[in-house]
């Protein structure tokens, strides 16, 4: 059993200042990932708004609206939370406040350099992608609890998309842990720090983006599946079954259902930045912290360009390139590292 | 310290495990038993054994719960329709399955899991797969029966729920 605390104030001071709690709370906690999705949310808009020729979000603030999704924080927060009289409350309410706080989770996992970790698990992939493994769960009862067509076929689609997803998902990672001999995601940037000479003194950065490449080509796509991001986003399909899942959701509810998906960008980016692009890795003058924001930036503004580019994919054609095509590739791709790793050695 | 957290997660896993099997609607029903899987998740992280943790999560949460959830939604009685007999012989019958082998656990526990190599949180990658996929493969290739227990199983539920209906 635990003593008795003498100090409670000294106690209480002393968490508040250790260094865990400030990783929690600020960096790269909570603090920061409200401040980046809102970010995330400003730069979605602003890239399809420019894609397609239009401006975007304009007048909150001198710089292009970055405060726009601000705003509309703000606006959520004082709407009224109207629950359908038929729901089934605890659910409506529990799923996409739950889901937000999993996805919030998964940025906990993510090195953004050694020292700015949250929790450096021997086994951080697998409990990444473990994490990611609840969310269909939690679609499907956000869908299921509305007690409404649209939210139930959205729910519906999404635990199809997401469980056919997975499996490749998985797959095309573990060509990763099989090249850096580790499941630590510290361990895999490491592993990605020895650079390789093609001829003549000439060399590239040891990056598991060209090793792995058709990996990394599959870990994107059904990454962006998971995420439920256009061209992959049936469960929200607005002009087939009005926003899907998210159909009922009123004011706060919603912007944790819309925030819990760009929380999952986030985390997938950063995810997809430690993997294949060497994390932390870069040029010295640079410092650590601000190679990966660059990285995590460029891979999520590439997601976002999938949105404003490409047309939505059937549920029949998405189905069948899950359980066919991508697996089938996810397994070459094992295949091939196998003979990467194992093919010098012979 | 692990004294308390090992009776809090126990008691998440008993008390989801006597929601799963008492609650009125099987849709909380699945629900609870996701929850119970996740008391045991944390359990095994609390014995160091991340790697079977991570895979409770992943396969039990992800997968069999999942599953049911499905067959329930698409087969499973509609939304309130009324609770199915013989709740409290399967609860009885629950605990006393749960007493008998906590009781066998911890009798077993000292002798049985001394082994000579303890995996450490350090423990080489190569060296585990090892022994998993070639020392223990048939084991295994059992252990990957419980999806298809998982289907049966939903189905049966919900296939029942609804005859009695």
């Known amino acids: 059993m635990a003593d008795p605390i003498s100090d409670p104030i000294g106690f209480s001071l002393e968490i508040m200042t250790s260094p865990l709690f400030f990783k929690v709370a600020v960096f790269p906690g909570l603090t920061s990932i409200g401040i980046i999705i809102a970010l995330f949310i400003w730069l979605d808009r602003k890239i399809t708004a420019r894609v397609q020729l239009r401006v975007g979000p304009l007048y909150a603030s001198p710089l292009g609206g970055v405060l726009q999704s601000f705003a509309d924080l703000i606006k959520f927060a004082f709407k009224e939370l109207f629950i359908p009289r038929n729901a089934d409350k605890f659910f409506f309410v529990a799923a996409p406040v739950l889901a937000l706080i999993g996805g919030a989770g998964l940025v906990g996992l993510i090195p953004f350099t050694p020292e700015w970790q949250i929790s450096n698990l021997e086994l951080g992939l697998p409990a990444f992608l473990a994490f990611v493994t609840l969310s269909p769960m939690l679609i499907l009862l956000a869908g299921w609890s509305a007690n409404s067509k649209y939210p139930f076929i959205g729910g519906l689609r999404s635990l199809f998309q997401q469980t056919a997803y997975e499996i490749p998902l998985w797959l095309s990672a573990i060509g990763v842990v099989m090249m850096a001999g580790t499941m630590n995601l510290i361990g895999i940037v490491q592993a990605q720090s020895k650079p390789w000479v093609i001829f003549l003194g000439l060399s590239i950065p040891g990056w598991y983006i060209i090793p792995q490449a058709l990996g990394a080509l599959l870990f994107f796509i059904t990454a962006t599946a998971e995420m439920e991001r256009i061209p992959f986003d049936l469960p929200e399909a607005e002009p087939e079954i009005i926003m899907g899942w998210q159909a009922e959701y009123p004011g706060f509810l919603f912007m944790s259902a819309a925030g819990a998906s760009f929380v999952r960008l986030y985390a997938f980016s950063a995810l997809f930045s430690v993997l294949y692009l060497g994390g932390w890795m870069g040029p010295a003058p640079v410092p650590a912290l601000l190679w990966t924001a660059i990285k995590i930036i460029i891979v999520s503004s590439l997601i976002i360009l999938l949105r404003a580019t490409f047309p939505r994919v059937r549920i029949d054609q998405l189905l069948r390139a899950g359980w066919t095509y991508l697996l089938g590739l996810a397994f070459l791709n094992i295949v091939i590292t196998y003979l990467l790793v194992v093919g010098p050695r012979i | ?165």
């Open chain 2, 1 to 165: 310290m692990p004294d308390i957290a090992f009776f809090g997660f126990a008691a998440v896993t008993v008390l989801g495990a006597i929601l799963a099997l008492e609650s009125r609607d099987l849709v909380y029903g699945a629900v609870s038993l996701g929850v119970s899987f996740l008391g045991v998740a944390s359990l095994f992280f609390l014995l160091d054994a991340a790697y079977i943790g991570v895979f409770q999560i992943a396969v039990y949460i992800g997968a069999v719960v999942i599953l049911i959830l499905f067959t329930v939604m698409l087969v499973g009685p509609a939304k309130g329709e009324g609770p199915t007999e013989f709740r409290r012989t399967a609860l009885f019958i629950g605990i006393l399955v749960a007493m008998m082998l906590g009781v066998g656990g911890a009798l077993a526990s000292p002798s049985a899991f001394s082994t000579n190599q303890p995996c450490t949180p350090e423990c080489d990658l190569a060296q585990f797969s090892q022994s998993l996929l070639v020392t223990y493969s048939v084991q295994l290739a059992v252990l990957s029966l419980v999806f298809a227990a998982a289907v049966i199983g939903a189905l049966t539920l919900a296939k029942s729920e609804r005859g009695t209906a």
